[in-house]
């Protein structure tokens, strides 16, 4: 599986969900960019674990896949951005972290989500 990756351009729009391959990617980078239009596809191909409403820009996700767990969340650019967690209680912590900021969006903080990072 190809992915876009961090410093290269956007997601690629053709690839098909393969959750080995995209584990392994991770190799690569700490952060994994696929199209938004991929979103049915890895949920499909993953178990939720934990599921979350910013209400300001969609829901972010503690998914299961191949024996680990990944962060998933929307950016700015409509793209699903990917992390991957060995500890699921390191996923809850980066949920909670950006819940915590959004909260603060919400109430006109000014602050941001980096989701390059």
Aim: a positive charge.
């Amino acid at each position: 599986m190809i992915l876009s990756t961090i410093g290269e351009p956007g997601p690629l729009k053709n690839i098909k969900m393969n959750t080995k391959e995209l584990v392994k990617n991770f190799r690569y980078k700490k952060v994994l960019l696929l199209p938004k239009a991929k979103l049915e596809e890895l949920l499909n191909s993953c178990e939720i674990l934990i599921e979350k409403d910013t209400i300001i820009n969609g829901k972010v996700r503690v998914l299961k896949c191949e024996g680990v767990f990944i962060f998933q969340e929307t950016t700015n650019k409509e793209e699903l951005a990917l992390r991957k967690f060995t500890r699921l209680r390191d996923a809850e912590n980066l949920v909670n972290n950006h819940l915590t900021i959004y909260e603060n969006m919400w109430n006109g903080c000014g602050c941001k989500v980096n989701y390059y990072e």
